[in-house]
């Protein structure tokens, strides 16, 4: 049985898929074998899980995967950074709020 050593588990939002990598530990004489997971999400989130599906290699059938197979992740949200831009701010006086219009984005 392998050990799983997961990498990063915390992204940033980027438009694409992302998910951790995971790294199989205690190989015998330095098998070269890969790990494949699934559960990769593109959207802002947590709660996400992240699962390895399969050992691959020559090397692999000398391998099982342990009981634990998941691990959590999320993907936070991106700060937007907004330069350049002319701000307009009206008063609402009924509501008491402020609304602000974005020009030259």
Known sequence: EIGITWGNTQFTYSGSEQKPAATPTGL?????????????QTNAGS???????AIEGTKAG?????????TPFSIE??????????VAAKKDKDRKT??????NL
């Open 28 to 40: 015998v004489n330095n098998d070269a074998i890969t790990l494949t997971v699934s559960g990769e």
């Open 47 to 53: 709660g996400y899980t992240a699962k390895v599906d």
């Open 62 to 70: 000398n391998y099982a995967l342990p009981q634990s197979v998941t």
């Open 77 to 86: 949200k991106k700060e937007v950074t907004i330069t350049g831009t002319t």
């Open 98 to 103: 402020t609304r602000l219009s974005l020009y």
